[in-house]
């Protein structure tokens, strides 16, 4: 459920000046889940794709949510107006499709990372009970890491005290069984023709305790998935005894 403010101003983008985000092809992210393999079993023998099957699925969840990421940035370009159309018919379907893409699933790639943790460090529990960001968090806190793990726990620790992350958490849980707010902006200026699909309101959404226009939050959260799922991944392959 949204909390709408409704408003106008005349400082939305200037059309064209955005360069769109990248979106990373599956292969990339899930060679770099499976670069971890040769750590993992060094820790977990042959458990180890307890451990990698986690990274794995959240390479899958990166991608996702740089698609929701990109989307939210064609919405504000004129070149991609009726592709977009095409597909979440408005801004309205735009905005719910990233918003949902580059919350949830930037914040679900952490949390299998996470899991990932969990295993390495036997703390799990049941086959099918995989732990969260904040159980990890929690669990660290009673009992440090074994020393072997620390290149890899601590800097995974610092990410999770972040206000960054801190910010990922609270939108993902109240867009997925809480209320968010958004503001819908009208703009002063001509339409260009065609027109973005985002034309003539900006769609802004509450991140980080200010309305954010929403390409530019979920830019942040994707930044912020991608940069510790890579981290993670390499932190961990770097513990691999050296071949």
Request: contains cysteine; neutral net charge.
């Amino acid at each position: 459920m949204a909390n709408v403010l409704v408003g106008s101003r005349a400082d939305l983008r200037n059309v064209g000046e955005m360069t769109l985000p990248n979106v990373p092809p599956h292969t990339e992210l899930f060679n770099i889940a499976v670069g971890t393999r040769d750590a993992c079993r060094l820790f977990l023998g042959t458990n180890a794709e307890s451990a990698i099957s986690p990274l794995a699925i959240a390479a899958f969840q990166l991608q996702a949510a740089h698609v929701g990421a990109r989307i939210a940035a064609m919405a504000t370009e004129a070149a991609y107006g009726e592709m977009l159309r095409a597909i979440v018919t408005d801004s309205e379907g735009g905005f719910s499709v990233s918003l949902n893409l580059s919350a949830r699933c930037s914040a679900t790639v952490v949390d299998l990372c996470a899991a990932a943790l969990g295993r390495l460090l036997g703390r799990s529990g049941l086959p099918s009970r995989e732990m969260d960001a904040a159980e990890i968090a929690n669990s660290l806190k009673k009992a440090p890491a074994p020393a072997p793990l620390a290149p890899l726990v601590d800097p995974f620790v610092v990410r999770l005290g972040s206000t960054d992350w801190d910010s990922i958490v609270t939108l993902r849980h109240a867009v997925t069984h809480k209320v968010y707010k958004r503001g819908v902006y009208g703009s002063t200026r001509q339409a260009p023709e065609p027109a973005p699909l985002a034309w003539p309101q900006q769609n802004d959404v509450e991140w980080g305790g200010r309305m954010v226009a929403m390409d530019a939050a979920a830019g942040a959260m994707v930044s912020f998935a991608d940069d510790t799922f890579r981290e993670f991944c390499g932190n961990l392959a770097r513990l691999a005894p050296a071949s």
